[in-house]
């Protein structure tokens, strides 16, 4: 009797594409991955309703959903929609309180909305005004990783983000976070599996930690 195929929905983080998910391979006799693409979000849309549109994507019954940074949000509240086997956040945030100070300091004075979001359509135009290797390897990176550049998408995810006022924790919920992580430092997040030396893109450096460990804890009790 062959084993039951696992769905794997995977959600990229901020304006970010699937490819940083190019190098996660899962056994294909028992694992089959899906790719969660951003959409455009319709004028003043809740980060709820947003989810709900999202999971018109879910085809799929029983399936693990895992995100990454605030595609590890926006899973969360797709599984309030849908029920999951399982429920997996990377380099992300369980409840409103594990967002680092800076981002608590931001929604309170509404900094946020100060962010010029449409620079972000123009990224190669900074290219050129790259000075150093670790700037240029940065914007490769960007090239590469983001594409999502609509200022309106950009404004709506940061004020999501920093306005998310989630106070409950999901039962059941699997955090994986390294504690290099300089986007939400490590000291603020409780009850995760710690990644040793995994910065926020950790879902890309270290992927072959993932490949190794995400079967045995997708599929444990």
Same mark, same amino acid.
């Given at each position: 009797?062959?084993?039951?195929?696992?769905?794997?929905? #995977?959600?990229?983080?901020?304006?970010?594409? &699937?490819?940083?998910?190019?190098?996660?391979?899962? &056994?294909?006799?028992?694992?089959?991955?899906?790719?969660?693409?951003?959409?455009?979000?319709?004028?003043?849309?809740?980060?709820?309703?947003?989810?709900?549109?999202? $999971?018109?994507?879910?085809k799929h019954?029983?399936?693990?959903?895992?995100?990454?940074?605030?595609?590890?949000?926006?899973?969360?509240?797709?599984?309030?929609?849908?029920?999951?086997?399982?429920?997996?956040?990377?380099?992300?945030?369980?409840?409103?309180?594990?967002?680092?100070?800076?981002?608590?300091?931001?929604?309170?004075?509404?900094?946020?909305?100060?962010?010029?979001?449409?620079?972000?359509?123009?990224?190669?135009?900074?290219?050129?005004?790259?000075?150093?290797?670790?700037?240029?390897?940065?914007?490769?990176?960007?090239?590469?990783?983001?594409?999502?550049?609509?200022?309106?998408? #950009?404004?709506?995810?940061?004020?999501?983000?920093? $306005?998310?006022?989630?106070?409950?924790?999901?039962?059941?919920?699997?955090?994986?976070?390294?504690?290099?992580?300089?986007?939400?430092?490590?000291?603020?997040?409780?009850? $995760?599996?710690? #990644?040793?030396?995994?910065?926020h893109i950790?879902?890309?450096?270290?992927?072959?930690?993932?490949?190794?460990?995400?079967?045995?804890?997708?599929?444990?009790?």
């Open positions: 009797m062959s084993q039951e195929l696992i769905h794997v929905y #995977l959600m990229p983080g901020m304006a970010a594409s &699937p490819l940083i998910f190019e190098n996660i391979k899962l &056994p294909e006799a028992h694992f089959q991955i899906h790719l969660l693409e951003w959409m455009i979000p319709i004028d003043n849309e809740s980060l709820r309703d947003y989810a709900l549109r999202m $999971c018109q994507h879910i019954e029983n399936i693990v959903l895992l995100g990454v940074s605030f595609g590890g949000v926006l899973v969360q509240e797709m599984a309030k929609h849908i029920t999951p086997r399982k429920l997996i956040i990377v380099s992300s945030v369980k409840s409103m309180f594990e967002l680092p100070k800076r981002m608590v300091i931001a929604k309170a004075t509404k900094a946020y909305k100060l962010v010029p979001t449409q620079l972000a359509a123009n990224i190669d135009v900074f290219e050129k005004y790259a000075v150093g290797e670790v700037v240029k390897k940065r914007i490769e990176l960007y090239q590469k990783y983001l594409s999502v550049n609509d200022s309106r998408y #950009l404004s709506w995810a940061i004020e999501q983000m920093l $306005c998310w006022n989630q106070t409950e924790v999901p039962k059941g919920i699997i955090h994986i976070h390294g504690d290099a992580d300089g986007v939400f430092p490590i000291k603020n997040i409780k009850d $995760c599996i710690v #990644l040793k030396n995994g910065t950790a879902v890309i450096n270290k992927y072959k930690w993932f490949n190794e460990n995400l079967p045995k804890i997708i599929l444990q009790n």
